[in-house]
């Protein structure tokens, strides 16, 4: 079907849609069902060699280490390969190189997520102590005894890799998903910021995640873009990559 004096194909009502519904809520269903799956698999497996005394020790193998970051992958390739397979490609449904606007919001977002997480992050020590408030990167990484190139490129992890794997699901994936069925932008980017706060399963820091989560989806909610979402994701990370480093 095409319109009258227009040479160019109609696309037919149905693009871009998976069993009757956007193909980004598939793809985040997916993603996030692959994320615990792996996750479960390599809990089970650090629980196994913890359990016997002649086994390896996971965490002082350095490249093993970064097993912790292995469930991640699949929050951001499932929405890769559904934007190749049911969308428009994933520079035209993410917008995932940043631009010089991009640098610019994310890194004022990113700002604000590192204020907001640190001022709520000090309150909430004060209501549930220093050891309900540690992060997961504490507990992956204690008493590791890697080597130096193995603690840079699980850094560079932390900045690069899980805020773009995060971004393409949740500023991306699941983003697309609800704004195709007319979802308020402010309805989005705080539901959005609450999954982002529970897959991180860290109940004492909810909150601050909350906020974090809020403030890094602004940057897309502003430009309309991942690409700026992941630097203020980035840059919100970057103390911890630093922290990692450091305390390592």
Same mark, same amino acid.
């Given at each position: 079907?095409?319109?009258?004096g227009?040479d @160019? ?7 871009g ?14 993603a ?11 809990s089970?497996?650090a629980?196994?060699? *913890?359990?016997? $005394?002649?086994?390896i020790?996971?965490p002082?193998?350095g490249?093993?280490v ?11 390739l ?7 397979r049911?969308? +428009?490609?994933v520079?035209a449904?993410?917008g995932?190189? $940043?631009?010089?606007?991009d #640098? ?15 001022? #709520?992050?000090l ?9 309900r408030?540690?992060?997961p ?7 590791v ?7 840079? =490129?699980?850094?560079?992890?932390v ?11 949740f500023?991306g ?6 704004a195709?069925?007319?979802? $308020?932008n402010?309805?989005i980017l705080?539901?959005?910021? =609450?999954l982002?706060?529970?897959?991180h ?6 909150v ?6 809020? *403030? ?8 309309? @873009? ?10 919100? +990370?970057l103390p ?7 305390g390592?």
């Open positions: 079907m095409q319109r009258e227009d @160019r194909p109609v696309p037919p009502v149905r693009t849609l998976v069993l009757g519904a956007h193909w980004g809520l598939l793809a985040f269903v997916l996030l069902g692959g994320y615990y799956a792996v996750s479960l698999a390599l089970a497996l629980t196994i060699d *913890a359990a016997d $005394p002649t086994g020790r996971l002082q193998l490249p093993l970064l097993l912790a970051f292995v469930p991640n992958i699949l929050l951001g499932v929405p890769w390969l559904g934007s190749l049911w969308g +428009n490609g520079r449904d993410f995932l190189l $940043p631009t010089g606007r #640098l610019k919001v994310g890194l004022a977002c990113g700002g604000f997520a590192l204020l907001a997480g640190y001022l #709520l992050n309150m909430l020590l004060q209501i549930y102590g220093s050891e408030m540690s992060g990167l504490t507990e992956v990484f204690r008493g005894s890697a080597e130096v190139g193995w603690l840079v =490129l699980a850094a560079i992890v900045v690069v890799g899980a805020p773009l794997t995060e971004e393409l699901l500023r994936a699941l983003w697309n998903g609800l195709h069925y007319r979802i $308020p402010w309805a705080l539901l959005t910021a =609450l982002f706060a529970q897959l399963g860290e109940p004492a820091r909810t601050a995640l909350l906020a974090q989560g809020v *403030a890094i989806g602004s940057a897309r909610l502003i430009t309309g @873009r991942v690409g700026a979402s992941m630097v203020a994701h980035a840059t919100n +990370n911890a990559a630093l922290f990692l480093l450091i390592s």
